[in-house]
C-alpha cells in the first residue's frame, strides 16, 4: 500500500500545476518535467520523453494522461485517481468562477492586457519544454533524421496552409519507431524482451 503521505504530495504536485498552468496541458509538460523528473525523481529523463509520446498520442488531454501515467506508477489505480484529480480541480473551480462573472470579468481592459502576457508565457513555457526535450533525447541517426523529417513538415505545412491530419502524424510517428525496433531486433542490436 502506497503511504498517504506519497498521495498527499502527489495529489499537490498535480494541484499546483494545475492550479498555476495557463494553456493547457502543452505548458504543462515543462512543469511536469521539472516536478517529477528533477525534484521528486518519480521517473527517469527518458521515461518521461516516452511519456509525453504516449500522453499525446491517446486520447485525452495531455496534463490528464500525464496525471494519470504518473500516478499509476506511484500509487497504482488510487494514485492515478488522486493525480487526475489534482490536476483537473483548479481548472475546474477556475472556469465555474469565471463563468459565473464572464461579461463582467471580459469587460475590464486589464483583463484582456493580462491574457495578452499570459499567452506569451504559455507560448515560452512550450517552446521551453521542447527544447529541454530535445536536448535530452538520445542523438541516433534514426532521431536526427526524423526531427529534420519533423521540422520540414511543420514549415511546409505552415507556409503553404497545407493540412495533414494529427492522426496520420501519429500514425506515421508510431510506423516509424516500430519499423525501427524491427530493424535493430532483425540485425541483432536488440535482443528478445527489450
Not at 518521461?48 to 504516449?54: E, K, N, R, S
Not at 496534463?63 to 506508477?73: D, Q
Not at 529541454?132 to 533525447?137: E, S, T
Not at 533524421?145 to 492522426?167: C, E, G, R, W
Request: charged share 15%; hydrophobic share 55%.
Amino acid at each position: 500500500m502506497v503511504k498517504s503521505k506519497k498521495l498527499l504530495t502527489l495529489f499537490l504536485s498535480f494541484f499546483k500545476i494545475g492550479l498555476f498552468t495557463f494553456g493547457g496541458g502543452y505548458a504543462m509538460i515543462a512543469l511536469i518535467e521539472r516536478e517529477f523528473v528533477e525534484r521528486l525523481k518519480w521517473i527517469e529523463n527518458e521515461e518521461f520523453l516516452d511519456l509525453i509520446a504516449v500522453a499525446e498520442s491517446t486520447p485525452g488531454p495531455i496534463a490528464v494522461n500525464s496525471a494519470e501515467y504518473i500516478g499509476y506508477k506511484v500509487g497504482k489505480v488510487l494514485g492515478s485517481f488522486v493525480a487526475t484529480l489534482g490536476v483537473c480541480i483548479p481548472s475546474i473551480v477556475i472556469i465555474y468562477i469565471v463563468s459565473l462573472f464572464f461579461d463582467t470579468f471580459v469587460a475590464f481592459e486589464y483583463v484582456d492586457y493580462a491574457f495578452r502576457g499570459i499567452q506569451v508565457c504559455v507560448g515560452y513555457l512550450i517552446v521551453s519544454a521542447g527544447f529541454r526535450m530535445l536536448k535530452k533525447m538520445k542523438k541516433t541517426v534514426f532521431n536526427k533524421v526524423f526531427f529534420v523529417l519533423i521540422v520540414a513538415v511543420i514549415l511546409v505545412t505552415t507556409l503553404f496552409s497545407f493540412h495533414i491530419s494529427s492522426i496520420a502524424l501519429i500514425v506515421a510517428g508510431a510506423a516509424s519507431g516500430v519499423i525501427l525496433y524491427l530493424i535493430k531486433y532483425l540485425t541483432g542490436k536488440i535482443s528478445k524482451g527489450e
